[in-house]
């Protein structure tokens, strides 16, 4: 049985409507898409090129993540389907906290909130940032994985812009993994 256009657009609204929901922030929702678009939409090489290539193109993450995932399941309307799905809950919520925001402006608490947040998060890309090298590392650890990982977090570290550092990590994938399939 043939799945029709309408369900898998559907699905694909349905997909980034939740998991903009639940997942609000960019990194924290990298890890529920993973969940929710993985042996159901595309395979895990696929997912993990898509998060590349999000990561080392130009504007928001998320957008173009749901954009690779939107096309890869639906072609073009499949693109602005995810689009929908992926816009309208952070725009609601944007709407909303500007809202809280401008009325508790002059509160002395909120600066210690926002720097209680900033551990929360930076673990979370952490966590996402795992997730991804466990998926696209091999059942063993290869040294080649672990030299890119290290080149590329010194590059962090020396403040190279994260687009140069990511094309150096390809061309270095090229240049350590390009001899295995002769």
Same mark, same amino acid.
């Given at each position: *049985? =043939?799945?029709?256009?309408?369900?898998?657009?559907? %699905?694909?609204?349905? *997909?980034? !409507? =939740?998991?903009?929901?639940?997942?609000?922030?960019?990194?924290?929702?990298?890890?529920?898409?993973? =969940? +929710?678009?993985?042996?159901?939409?595309?395979? +895990?090489? %696929? @997912?993990?090129?898509? &998060?590349? @290539?999000?990561?080392?193109?130009?504007? /928001?993450?998320?957008?173009?993540?749901?954009?690779?995932?939107?096309?890869?399941?639906?072609?073009?309307?499949?693109?602005?389907?995810?689009?929908?799905?992926?816009?309208?809950?952070?725009?609601?919520? *944007? $709407?909303?906290? /500007?809202?809280? $925001?401008? #009325?508790?402006?002059?509160?002395?608490?909120?600066?210690?909130? &926002?720097?209680? *947040?900033?551990?929360?998060?930076?673990?979370?890309? &952490?966590?996402?940032?795992?997730?991804?090298? #466990?998926?696209?590392? %091999?059942?063993?650890?290869?040294? %080649?994985?672990?030299?890119?990982?290290? /080149?590329?977090?010194?590059?962090?570290?020396?403040?190279?812009?994260?687009?140069?550092?990511?094309?150096?990590?390809?061309? !270095?994938?090229?240049?350590?993994?390009? #001899? #295995?399939?002769?």
């Amino acid at each position: *049985m =043939k799945t029709s256009k309408f369900y898998v657009w559907f %699905r694909l609204l349905w *997909m980034f !409507l =939740k998991v903009n929901i639940l997942s609000p922030s960019g990194p924290a929702s990298i890890g529920l898409l993973y =969940k +929710e678009a993985v042996g159901k939409i595309m395979t +895990e090489e %696929r @997912f993990v090129e898509a &998060v590349g @290539f999000s990561n080392f193109l130009p504007g /928001s993450e998320a957008l173009k993540l749901a954009m690779f995932v939107g096309f890869a399941a639906g072609g073009v309307p499949g693109v602005f389907t995810a689009l929908l799905g992926a816009i309208i809950p952070p725009t609601i919520l *944007m $709407l909303i906290v /500007s809202v809280i $925001l401008q #009325r508790l402006q002059h509160e002395n608490w909120l600066d210690s909130f &926002v720097a209680g *947040m900033s551990p929360a998060v930076a673990a979370l890309i &952490v966590v996402v940032a795992f997730q991804l090298f #466990r998926a696209s590392s %091999r059942k063993k650890v290869d040294h %080649r994985i672990l030299l890119i990982a290290v /080149s590329s977090a010194a590059a962090f570290w020396l403040e190279v812009p994260s687009p140069a550092v990511l094309i150096g990590a390809g061309i !270095l994938g090229i240049i350590l993994f390009g #001899r #295995r399939q002769s």
